[in-house]
């Protein structure tokens, strides 16, 4: 078969370029000083025997974050980016990520508490490692990198040959000829991507093999790194000899499973070799790469995706490796990884014949300019060695006098870029903050998560076989569809809310003025507001705060608000304070007070200086990328400080609060209060009873209440509802300006998930 | 207290004229000969324990309908309207309601059944009646108004006031005055709305006391009718007094019970009167009114509007009735109905007097012209007795020989009218089809309904203290509210739906020419359609039914489809037919066929004059009043005629099917056709599993299957679903235009209702 050939005339080119795509990275919980750490993985993180993204390695100190599959390498990147996200900010406060793949400062053996897993075969399997190969050797890190081919390239490619009957074998083929052909060359991905130059003294048992000041490409990938007895190896001639020789090793007992094989390239598709013939090779793992300390998670999309040519050549050139040419590329791979980094490798004319090969795929695939720029940036580095990484690494080393140090500067920096925009996942960040934020809630507790339209704010979301849809963060199955049709219309809320007690303000519509003043009994004595339908900025808006008792007053507020518009409404007027009620299932989560954009004096600046200190808050922003908005000093603005007797440049005494909307939205720069504690038990009990009657699970209600530490009375003087919103915000809970905050997500994941410990 | 001088300067001539009012009809059930029938109170009514709409009085033949109180006499109108629609609809074949208040054919006394009740009391009550009574006069039926002043007037009423210091009290001397003044002027509504002049001569025990020929004005009204023994006599001096001389007649035992005293005002509140002196008269029942014949349900709105402001004159006037005025009322009122109905009354100038003074008030209240006019109208009517309802009914008894088959012949008609439109409730045909039918259903199984918001199609249906709320018919309680949204999103629909296993058409987007050829081995061998994101009129649509195979005729078909839109699809074809399946909980209810509109050739007719044939069947008509819509013979039906070599005059031969369009929507003139037997049960299981993965209670689910007959595989060739809709039509199921009807609106009443059989 011409793979070559076959591409070109059914062109196959751009089913060859996709695929799909999954990273695990490995590293180690440090100190600020970079030292491993003796705690346990955190309890935040949830369990360890499910969780799809946060788990632990060999020790409890060793995370492995792991990326869902995905079609792109940019939306595994973006996964990974989250998933670090959550996990530096779940972190306790002095631990942080160490960002190379040697572990620095290690404690002495016995402190390493090997990963706390439920099962016990897991267990022991990790004590049988540590007689193996003793503990430090474990604590090594590296990113694996998971890729399979598009399945439709595999069946067309299959269909277009003749020469291979079964589509199984054939796909067997395919997949170890590339496993073939990248064991030989893995040099060339460790030559430009390896960065473990150096290592503590303490993490050689028999002392260190490197001379004084002597750095390498690679000790992780050398004969001191994470390798098997050299004695042992396997055939890739093919599947059968490939299971054949593993089961021998295991079977001898060189081997405690056949997963202590720690090749370079894993055939992937079954738990056991022998199973994969029937089954066949699903997708392949490539575990050479060290984590790359300049990057935030461990690799560069770059990098990624010239990872991703350098496989696709590995399956695209005409020739298959052989059992020699295997164990060729692993000598070379050792030589390499032994090599100064700053020097010429001994095999840099091998490695620009392979580029070249690679170039050329590139032009007969039409690639994009993207990668050819980046192989051939790569190509360049054959001539520059000081331009490989692990040159850059060993000049980083030099310059903060050891990698440690380096780690640690490079982690606390890490650490404190993801969590500069706490309320946001980075990656995401095109969703509304909300549906960030159960993500982040959902990815901390490992459950599946599965973007099903990104515009529409659509997740999946499942813990074993429990799929649960959610829009919006708090749209789900527990809400019956007809709550939001209820909410929808205020006629009906009202209708409802008053059918089952609640307080309700009452209000008619007139559209002439003649109807309205003789309707004037109906409403004498009572607390109303008179205003028009459409309300503009407050325009023929009267209130009779203490109830109208005069027919000229109450004819007169008519004729104001019909100078505005062709319809009126005399509503009941509350008195109080309006609150916002947070109701999940049987209870209020949290209440929140908005309170108009305002600044308070302190004698010394103007108004201006002052609104521009409190933008400088770190949750205000454009509003939506941020959980509060930034004052604007809009005309509005101005023309409400104008009422008060100020301008922009007044300096206001200290301590006055100075108004600058009459509004209260966050959206126009209000303030949001946590008023939890300080809410009467009464009113949450009433807040979830009208969330109940609407049949809602999410709701957010809103009150208006004269005194919040007096008990609830049944009636309009005590407290009236004026709104229930189906898709409440949970951000202005979660992320008050002042106040305690209220993790509101967590408890829609806990009412979707009860069975989720 | 001068009532006058209060509406006046306080202005409630508004609220005065406000209420609540509901009305209770009682007939007969009879065959087509106008004889009662002696079949038992239909099963498809439900159960009589709770029916707040349809009950039966007396006997088992004697309906009676029941309004809910309504804020407008239009509104209780509707209702009745609405009542009468079901009751006739449901009524057998045989049987229709007797629009006389006199009955006629009377059978046998032992043939006549008292209504069967459940609670003993009741059946005993009606035995004791027998007794004291006989059957037959207890036949005879009538008109219940009932009517409440708006609170807020007696309330605004009280506060102006000075002399009563007890609000209940005031009220109840309010309520009292009324009674007292109707009693004493009852007379007059006699004179104009009575319409019972005869009746049979077996009616009576002792032999008929009226003359051959004698007509009088109204036997019910008189001693020979619905009337207490003379001797009881109730004091309406004071409520305490009412509540003395009512219960010493109870005790005496010359009443059975309070109810049965047959005064023509009952102080309505409580149970018993005594109790009324504490809770205050809430509303009073006024029991004089005739059917009128000529009204289809009993009663005009024009003359419900002459009561209304007769019963406001009852209160308006300066005096009140003392005792003797109640007897004198009661004596001139048997006179007057004894008086020959085309002669003058003995009391016209009193009546005069009085209407007089009601034209007054309504000056004073600057009443609509309405009602002036109607008022002017009856005042003429004392000078000219042959235009009162009772005159224009002996001229219609004489020219029919007999007001049993006068009234046979009326019964026939408004039974005809009633089921003209039988898909629609008259009254409430500005509502959709499907709430109305769902109201059809809800009315005649007795859930109280409550029309939350009209234009919105807002119900709320209760049975017990069970609500449920319904918008169009049927979105609740019952969907998750994920569902809908779910829906909404067709991309997220199909991740949705593959997810859980369905055969899901696959489709994939392309923006530019290139990159769907690209992708061209993707569909290679598979069957698609190409077409423009945005189809219109099937432009640009090319179908690869048995695969496409060819790479150059996939670049020639997407070519195509790019002429007509910026982005095209490429999409799963799937051979087969569509069927709807509505899914409501585990069951698929129905399965349908939209045909795309036709004609069937019969070899004499031309298409348009087949067209005009086709288009008088009873369901078509504008497509939103009717569950069919008519086909009009545009430009499409013209251009798919010429594509088929025919033009509307031409005369298709015998049994060809013409096919007028190509989209087999009901609105554009398609034919519904029930397949719910044909259907293998495997789809109707597939319906019913997509329905719950999307957590839907009713579904409307769409699936192309190429043979109906055979059970379904599992893959798309077998069948594939293209659509879930959570708003589904249900008119169609209900009154399909072919096959049989699925009265899945009453499906929907037992889902949110289980309890009620």
Same mark, same amino acid.
């Given at each position: @078969? ?159 040959? !003749? ?32 960065? /473990? ?69 894993? *055939? ?10 029937? !089954?066949?090779?699903?997708? *392949? ?12 998670? #461990? ?14 050549? @590995?399956?695209?050139?005409?020739? /298959? ?23 010429? !490798? ?31 940036? &790569? ?27 380096? #780690?640690?500067?490079?982690? &606390? ?73 209820? @909410? ?49 900025? #407050? ?219």
């Amino acid at each position: @078969m011409n793979i070559q050939n076959i591409i070109k005339q059914h062109h196959l080119e751009l089913l060859f370029q996709q695929g799909l795509f999954g990273i695990e990275k490995e590293s180690q919980r440090v100190y600020a000083d970079g030292s491993i750490v003796t705690t346990d993985h955190p309890k935040a993180f949830g369990n360890r025997s499910f969780h799809p993204y946060i788990q632990t390695d060999f020790a409890e100190s060793q995370l492995e974050l792991v990326t869902p599959p995905s079609k792109t390498l940019e939306n595994a990147m973006r996964w990974l980016s989250a998933i670090h996200e959550v996990t530096l900010r779940t972190l306790p406060e002095d631990e942080y990520i160490f960002p190379f793949s040697m572990p620095a400062g290690l404690p002495p053996e016995n402190q390493i508490k090997v990963a706390q897993l439920d099962n016990p075969e897991d267990v022991a399997y990790r004590e049988h490692l540590v007689k193996s190969y003793g503990k430090y050797k474990q604590m090594v890190s590296g990113i694996h990198y998971n890729f399979q081919l598009e399945p439709a390239f595999v069946k067309a490619l299959f269909e277009a040959q !003749t020469e291979q009957k079964s589509a199984v074998d054939f796909q067997n083929d395919l997949y170890l000829k590339i496993a073939k052909n990248f064991l030989r060359y893995q040099w060339i991905l460790l030559y430009f991507f390896s960065a /473990t130059p150096t290592v503590d003294k303490n993490y050689f048992r028999n002392g260190s093999p490197l001379k004084p000041n002597q750095y390498v490409r690679s000790l992780r990938s050398s004969q001191f790194g994470y390798v098997n007895d050299p004695e042992i190896k396997v055939s890739f001639e093919s599947l059968q000899s490939y299971a054949d020789s593993l089961e021998h090793w295991v079977n001898s007992g060189k081997l405690i499973a056949e997963k202590e094989f720690y090749s370079n390239v894993r *055939l992937r598709g079954a738990n056991k070799a022998r199973d994969l013939v029937k !089954t066949g090779i699903q997708y *392949l793992e490539f575990r050479l790469f060290d984590l790359n300390p300049f990057a935030p998670y #461990g690799m560069t999309l770059e990098d990624a995706k010239f990872i991703h040519y350098f496989i696709l050549l @590995m399956a695209w050139l005409d020739h /298959t490796a052989d059992q020699d040419d295997v164990e060729l590329g692993k000598t070379r791979l050792a030589e390499v990884a032994w090599e100064d980094p700053l020097s010429s !490798t001994t095999y840099s004319v091998e490695g620009e014949l392979v580029l070249l090969e690679m170039q050329k795929m590139l032009e007969a695939l039409q690639a994009s300019d993207e990668i050819k720029t980046i192989v051939k940036e &790569k190509f360049a580095q054959f001539a520059n060695p000081r331009d490989t990484l692990c040159a850059n690494v060993v000049v980083a080393i030099e310059k903060f006098a050891g990698y440690q140090k380096l #780690g640690a500067d490079i982690a &606390k920096g890490n650490k404190k870029n993801a969590s500069e925009r706490f309320y946001a996942l980075s990656a995401f960040d095109n969703m509304e903050l909300s549906t960030q934020a159960l993500m982040f809630d959902a990815i901390q507790k490992g459950l599946k998560v599965e973007i099903l339209d990104e515009r529409d704010q659509f997740l999946s979301l499942q813990y074993g076989d429990h799929i649960e849809y959610v829009k919006n963060g708090n749209m789900t199955s527990h809400d019956r569809y007809i709550s939001p049709l209820i @909410m929808e219309n205020k006629v009906v809320t009202k209708k409802v809310l008053a059918k089952a007690g609640f307080n309700v303000p009452q209000s008619v519509e007139f559209t002439d003025i003649e109807s309205a003043v003789k309707n004037f009994p109906l409403f004498e004595n009572r607390a109303v507001v008179i205003k028009p339908k459409s309300t503009n900025f #407050g325009l023929g808006i009267t209130i009779f705060q203490y109830g109208v008792q005069n027919r000229d007053d109450f004819a007169k507020a008519v004729e104001i608000a019909f100078r505005e518009d062709k319809e009126i409404m005399v509503e009941d007027y509350l008195v109080g304070t309006e609150y916002r009620f947070f109701v999940l299932g049987d209870q209020t989560l949290a209440v929140l007070l908005r309170v108009p954009a305002n600044v308070v004096g302190d004698g010394v600046h103007s108004i201006k200086e002052l609104v521009a200190m409190k933008n400088d808050h770190p949750l205000r922003g454009d509003g939506s990328r941020t959980p509060l908005k930034k004052i604007v000093l809009g005309d509005i603005e101005k023309l409400q400080l104008k009422e008060q007797g100020w301008t922009i440049d007044s300096i206001p005494p200290r301590d006055l609060i100075v108004q600058l909307r009459a509004n209260s939205n966050i959206s126009t720069g209000g303030d949001s209060i946590d008023m939890t504690d300080q809410m009467h038990e009464s009113y949450k009990q009433i807040a979830v009873g009208i969330s109940k009657a609407m049949g809602a699970a999410v709701c957010g209600v809103d009150l208006i209440i004269p005194d919040l530490t007096k008990p609830a009375e049944p009636h309009l003087q005590s407290w009236g509802v004026i709104e229930a919103n189906f898709n409440p915000m949970m951000m202005m809970h979660i992320f008050p300006y002042a106040g305690q905050s209220r993790r509101v997500t967590l408890d829609v994941l806990k009412m979707l998930f009860p069975e989720m410990k």
